[in-house]
């Protein structure tokens, strides 16, 4: 009777050790904050896209990635205490690669959107601008508003927020290019009658390009542009508005700002 209990408690003890083991193995410890995984890998994995000058493109010089995006991701990596690991990618798959972990945070002027912050967390903004329209130098039409383009082909970077306004608008011909040159040289050659984009971009790019176009008329609110990452990393979203409130209020931002357009774009304008 004796050795009978034994054998029964035994087996007892080994069934609750398997369970405890499975228990274990179906519940896994809670992810670490992102901030805590990037300074212990000591670098944070920043995508942007790389061809939308001047926040982020490749100098031609160098072929190393440049422009106001860069210098942002470098003064907050280093104020995180880590280096920053950049990646390039398309825009119209940048935000789906933040969402499968593909890289840990993006700095590549993303629009602060209701339906993206219910996606993902965003920092505070550090760029405030408008949309601007760019039309053809010999055009005579005056299109003072996106309204105003109703039965014409508009021009927009694929999944950013200048294709949102653009389709919000009834009766716009709507077409999206992957990066910014190939939607000029189409308008500039005809196939569309404007494109649009980001108020900052079009004083670069008319200064820097001798395609036949120009700047048109600003249109629509001023938008909110930040970084994003996965939600879940609150010590990572503290830290990195902390490294942008520092790097405002001590001027860092400003200057780089004022670097790559001349005045300071960080803050909303008065």
Do not use: C
Request: net charge positive; no cysteine; hydrophobic share 45%.
């Amino acid at each position: 009777m004796r050795l009978d209990a034994t054998y029964t408690f035994r087996r007892h003890a080994l069934k609750l050790a398997a369970l405890a083991l499975v228990a274990g193995l179906a519940l896994p410890a809670a992810a670490a904050d992102l901030l805590t995984t990037a300074k212990a890998r000591g670098t944070l994995r920043i995508a942007m896209e790389g061809t939308y000058p001047p926040f982020n493109f490749k100098d031609p010089k160098t072929g190393e990635l440049a422009g106001y995006d860069v210098d942002v991701a470098r003064l907050v990596a280093a104020r995180l205490g880590v280096k920053p690991a950049f990646v390039s990618t398309e825009w119209a798959a940048i935000l789906a690669g933040l969402g499968a972990g593909k890289y840990d945070a993006i700095v590549s002027q993303v629009g602060i959107t209701p339906k993206r912050l219910e996606a993902f967390d965003f920092s505070e903004p550090y760029t405030y601008s408008s949309a601007q329209l760019i039309v053809r130098k010999d055009e005579r039409a005056n299109y003072a508003t996106l309204a105003a383009l109703k039965g014409k082909k508009l021009g927009v970077g694929q999944g950013s927020v200048f294709e949102q306004q653009a389709k919000a608008v009834p009766g716009i011909e709507v077409k999206s290019y992957p990066a910014a040159p190939e939607n000029l040289q189409d308008l500039a050659v005809g196939r569309i009658d404007a494109a649009l984009n980001d108020s900052l971009m079009v004083a670069y790019l008319l200064s820097n390009s001798t395609l036949p176009i120009k700047a048109g008329a600003r249109v629509g609110n001023v938008e909110r542009m930040g970084i994003p990452f996965q939600k879940g990393n609150p010590q990572f979203k503290a830290a990195v508005n902390k490294a942008l409130a520092d790097a405002a209020a001590d001027g860092s931002l400003k200057k780089i700002s004022v670097k790559w357009f001349g005045t300071d774009v960080s803050r909303p304008a008065p």
